[in-house]
């Protein structure tokens, strides 16, 4: 069973997402995903509308997603790729090269991002109403 992981916050799930969360796990048989926690959020100076619990339980009904488990830090991945048996990571590509260092563990790929949508694009045009 080929393991699939990625990493992110997902906050106000929209269709960029599911497009990376559907490609991640057509490249698999198993789909996990890493979902940052509130504390790590305000590490990556980001704060989500959603807390970390309704963004997980949002993510665990996503079809895509066969497990999800907290991101606490940047320094898990490769924990995480050796406890999961994971055999490929999956990004983004705006993250393209960041996280290159996890090609000694199992295969990376950067997958095109989504354009038109992000959580900051909502949350803008949705304070300019
Ligand atoms: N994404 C995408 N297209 C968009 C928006 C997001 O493909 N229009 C992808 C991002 O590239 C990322 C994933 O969806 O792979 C999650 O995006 P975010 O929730 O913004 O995650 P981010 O803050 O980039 O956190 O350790 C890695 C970090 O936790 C990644």
Redesign the pocket.
């Known amino acids: 069973m080929k393991k699939v992981i ?6 106000l799930l ?1 269709w ?2 599911i ?2 969360l559907r490609r991640a796990k057509e490249m698999g048989d198993y789909l996990i995903v ?1 979902i ?1 926690t509130d504390e ?1 959020n305000r590490i ?1 100076h ?1 704060e989500a509308y959603h807390s970390y619990e309704n963004r997980k339980m949002i993510l665990e009904a996503v079809r895509y997603v066969d497990e999800v488990i907290p ?1 606490n830090d ?1 320094e898990q ?1 490769v924990k995480d790729v050796q406890k999961y048996g994971v055999d490929l990571f ?6 393209k090269g960041e ?1 290159d260092f996890l090609k000694e563990y199992c295969e990376v790929v950067y ?9 900051s694009q909502i949350k803008n045009e949705l304070s300019e109403t």
């Open positions: 990625t990493y992110g916050t997902f906050d929209h960029g997402h497009n990376i890493a940052s790590f990556k980001k991101e940047w991945k999956v990004m983004g590509d705006d993250w996280f997958l095109e991002r989504t354009e038109g949508i992000s959580t």
